[in-house]
């Protein structure tokens, strides 16, 4: 049997095992993944290859900062910041269609300028804005989808572990990477809440409409913001001084939410106890589900179809644009297949060389490649940010955040044609630094 | 069920820096000098195996070939980590033949396992930062980004050494979280720091070793021709690759200099004298740690014969 | 029967208090670890390897957790196709798909409890502080060890019916 059948094989046994079986999606990779590895090399290479795959993801001191980020907001979930919050929110918008759903947006790409990675903001926004939408009886669909979506804004909107990681990986300044996703991840945003306007326009039983408030009510609710915005000026203003970096801003933002709620005398033992617990479980998930991806993509490299697929490429005879338009698709596709980061870490390699050859600006094609493999984070099968929203989301089901999804694609779709077009939206704020 | 003629190697930093050059060197080599009948599948990037899981997953197979740091490994090579020692190393193609010279003359039990087709270390470390350093006085407290031997050796100096992940260097450098950082020079141009580091302090520290192994059922394995060819390539490998990035660390200097005008200070023959000193408890103490397992003194004797022999042969 | 499943589910729900206590132990420690770090850097002190420390700490965080993240279902599985199994056949697959996961949790921890042997023997330090850290190896083991029990008590509990997994 060829190598390369092998890695389709692979990947066919994992779908079914994943449909079929109901297993937990990080252990069915690792265990398709191990399977792989043993049957292509020994059960020796393959257990000594899981061992130190687990060990070296629970270890590793950049992921240290999800469950850090994720306590900081389960501390604020537990001692009702979000529903003051959103209280606030829903008086300011409420009386607008979509409204809520529209303030989530905002409050993912607010969270998104604090966070570094899709997955802590999934974790906290799941928690922090579905009761909300839960409680308004809005379109369970369309709520999950937005928050999956949204949170997909954690790595477009600056600081961002995937743009650290490409920057690193490309030598391109990590700094120019962060500039150009600022109006991009804007634009989606934008772009995000015109779709929630068109839905609940043509549907408008998806999004209760609340009352209007009066201009006294409106005011009176702004002191819901102020802790909100209290704790992201402090942990802004702490990155942005420099007086602690992005890893370390999750152990700062944590112990500023403590002090807040705990001076506010909003914070109970018992509530404490459960912030870490849920803490503890969210990150554990998304620990394991990094896990699997990275002892899947081992199993995939072996088979070298990563790099067939960029060798394949590399030799297609098309014009750059044509060729271009290919490399993005195989994003898409594996995106879909694999975890964003692990695609990411064996792909740039390959393509980054290529697009560069091609003439293209390399920090537009960093930001596009971030902006293509995020939506992979959401599309089905294998979406880890998808799978977080739905592990927390539990009565609304993984489907529904598919379906959720699916109403955003057009967004995505909209956004990257436009970037497409008009490169300049991506590289004027870098082109002015230096 | 894979091929006997097709080797995997696995490498753990990004496919542009210099540890992965020389393994699409090495390949290429490789692939020429046995007609084809051997051919190498490279997995750069840690897309196989990781840094700290190198020597460990070569072993049980999970690669042929790995290329890694042993410095990452403190205590595992009590023999060679006497190389990653302050011991004023003038280039990396110097300390790469003396690593590969103690190797041979020791042949430690560390690496027993494993076959090594080329050992290599990086250029030594120097010190790069926002505001000059001309002194050691101005080195005092100040804030430097270190790893591994380096945190050891920066604090002798009087810095005030900081652990960070690579990833958080250039955010903490553009906050002034640190205001320098310690490391081989080519990471001026390859990461971009010159960007915000406009002066460059000679120090010439400590350096980081590499070692290439195979996994010995796959040595074994292979034909006489082909051993005598790798053993006979060992040797020319650790030259080129020292030689490589001693020219890369220079072009990189050379675009940081015309792209952010950077300056390259070198410390007065007072300043080198005191550096010294202040750096010899680091070599006592290795002596004192190794002692129980090995020859601690002899071993940096050796070094310091090999280091003075080999300056003189690669000039 | 049921009372040895009965006995070894609530030795199950006591491991896993334990183990969450001290994970939970573990999670504030990294917070307190950082913002140490952060204020006693900023009056020139700071801490030699939080960063490694860090790391070890999270390890050992998460891997308490494991067990009850599973007890908890909160380990994300695709149930959309499933549910319109007949519940025969839900029963079959999930046991299959739990004793999958029992034998890949018993080879993870008796290779992590290799590793941690490994790195014992060879003397493998810590990069800064320079410690012998394979005792938060071992703690790894021991979450992978707890994760396979709960899966072999909800495969019982499943071969016999008692519970809906
Ligand atoms: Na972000
Ligand atoms: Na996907």
Redesign the pocket.
Do not use: E
């Given at each position: 049997m060829s190598i390369t059948l092998l890695g389709i094989i692979g990947i066919v046994i994992l779908f079914f095992m994943l449909l079929c079986l109901g297993m937990p999606v990080g252990l069915t990779m690792a265990v398709v993944g191990f399977g792989g590895i043993w049957y292509i090399l020994s059960l020796e290479a393959s257990l000594s290859m899981v061992g130190a795959e687990i060990w070296n993801t629970f270890s590793s001191y950049g992921l240290t900062m999800i469950p850090l980020f994720v306590f900081m907001g389960q501390i604020c979930f537990y001692s009702g910041l979000n529903e003051r919050l959103f209280k606030a929110t829903h008086t300011l918008t409420g009386h607008i269609r979509g409204g809520l759903a529209m303030a989530t947006i905002c409050a993912c790409a607010g969270f998104?300028?604090?966070?570094?990675s899709n997955t802590a903001?999934a974790a906290t926004m799941t928690s922090v804005a579905l009761p909300e939408m839960k409680k308004y009886n809005y379109n369970p669909a369309i709520s999950v989808g937005s928050i999956a979506c949204g949170s997909t804004?954690?790595?477009?909107?600056?600081?961002?572990v995937i743009f650290i990681i490409i920057g690193l990986y490309t030598g391109q300044s990590i700094s120019k990477l962060f500039y150009g996703g600022i109006p991009a991840g804007l634009m989606l945003a934008l772009s995000f809440m015109a779709t929630i306007s068109v839905l609940c326009w043509i549907n408008p039983e998806w999004s209760p409409r609340g009352p209007k408030s009066s201009w006294k009510e409106k005011l009176q609710s702004l002191p819901g913001f102020f802790e909100a915005v209290f704790l992201f000026v402090l942990v802004m203003g702490g990155l942005y001084v420099g007086v602690f970096t992005p890893s370390e801003a999750g152990a700062m933002g944590s112990c500023f939410a403590i002090v807040i709620s705990v001076l506010r005398r909003k914070l109970t033992w018992r509530a404490f106890n459960a912030a870490i617990v849920d803490t503890l479980l969210i990150s554990c998930m998304v620990f394991m589900l990094i896990v699997g991806a990275v002892i899947f993509s081992r199993f995939l490299a072996l088979t070298r179809i990563p790099f067939d697929i960029a060798d394949w490429v590399a030799a297609l005879p098309l014009s750059p644009t044509a060729i271009l338009g290919v490399v993005f698709f195989i994003y898409i596709i594996g995106g879909c297949m694999m975890d964003a980061l692990a695609l990411l870490l064996i792909t740039i390699p390959i393509f980054f060389p290529i697009a560069q050859k091609l003439g293209y600006d390399p920090i537009w094609f960093g930001v596009m490649i971030t902006i293509i493999t995020t939506l992979g984070a959401v599309t089905p099968p294998v979406g880890a940010s998808s799978y977080v929203v739905a592990g927390i989301a539990k009565d609304i089901g993984l489907g529904n955040v598919f379906k959720g999804v699916s109403y955003f694609l057009p967004a995505y779709a909209f956004c990257i044609i436009l970037f497409m077009a008009l490169p300049q939206i991506i590289t004027y704020l870098p082109g002015l630094i230096r | 069920p894979v091929q006997a003629a097709t080797l995997s190697y696995a490498n753990f930093p990004p496919a542009s820096t210099f540890p992965c050059v020389q393994m699409e060197r090495w390949k290429k080599e490789v692939e020429q000098r046995t007609k084809g009948a051997l051919s190498i599948n490279t997995f750069p990037g840690g897309t196989l195996l990781g840094a700290k899981n190198m020597l460990d997953g070569v072993v049980a197979g999970q690669a042929d070939i790995g290329c890694f740091a042993m410095s990452y490994h403190p205590g595992r090579f009590p023999v060679l980590e006497a190389i990653d020692l302050p011991l004023e190393w003038p280039n990396a193609l110097v300390a790469s033949i003396s690593l590969l010279d103690l190797y041979e003359k020791y042949r430690p039990k560390s690496l027993e396992k494993v076959k090594v087709l080329t050992m290599f270390a990086c250029p030594p470390a120097n010190i790069m930062s926002i505001t000059p350093v001309r002194s050691l006085k101005d080195l005092k407290g100040m804030e430097i980004r270190a790893a591994g031997t380096g945190v050891k050796v920066l604090e002798l100096l009087g810095a005030s050494p900081i652990g960070m992940p690579q990833s958080d260097v250039p955010d903490a450098l553009h906050k002034k979280v640190i205001q320098g950082m310690a490391s081989s020079l080519e990471v001026m141009k390859d990461f971009n720091y010159a960007e915000y580091c406009h002066y460059v302090t000679m120090t010439n520290l400590q350096v980081v070793t590499f070692a290439v192994v195979m996994n010995r059922d796959r040595w074994d394995s292979l034909s006489a021709d082909v051993k005598n060819m790798l053993d006979k390539l060992c040797r020319e490998q650790t030259e080129w690759t020292g030689r490589y990035v001693d020219q890369h660390v220079r072009d990189a200097i050379a675009w940081s200099k015309s792209k952010y005008q950077i300056e390259v200070i070198e410390f007065s023959s007072k300043e080198k004298a005191e550096m010294k000193k202040r750096l010899v408890p680091m070599i006592e103490a290795y002596v004192g740690r190794v002692g129980s397992q090995v020859p601690g003194q002899a071993i940096i004797n050796d070094i310091q014969t090999f280091k003075k022999a080999n300056a003189v042969k690669y000039k | 029967m049921t009372q040895f499943i009965k006995n070894l589910d609530s030795i199950g729900v006591i491991l896993n208090r334990c183990l969450i206590a001290v994970a939970g132990f573990f999670l504030v420690v990294m917070m307190v670890l950082t913002v140490a770090n952060v204020f006693l850097r900023s009056f020139g002190i700071p801490l030699k390897g939080t960063f490694e420390l860090m790391g070890y700490c999270g390890a050992v965080a998460a891997a308490l957790a494991l067990a009850k993240t599973q007890v908890a279902r909160q380990h994300i599985a695709v149930e959309v196709l499933i549910r319109i199994f007949p519940r025969t056949l839900q029963s079959i697959l999930s046991i299959i798909g739990s004793l999958i996961g029992v034998i890949f949790f018993v080879l993870a921890a008796l290779q992590t409890w290799r590793m941690g042997n490994n790195f014992w023997q060879v003397n493998e330090l810590s990069e800064t502080l320079r410690f012998a850290y394979f005792p938060f190896v071992y703690a790894v083991s021991l979450g992978l060890a707890v994760i396979a029990l709960v899966l072999a008590i909800q495969m019982l509990q499943e071969l016999k019916g008692d519970k809906k997994l």
């Open positions: 998104a300028a604090i966070c570094g903001t804004l954690g790595v477009i909107i600056p600081p961002s | - | -």
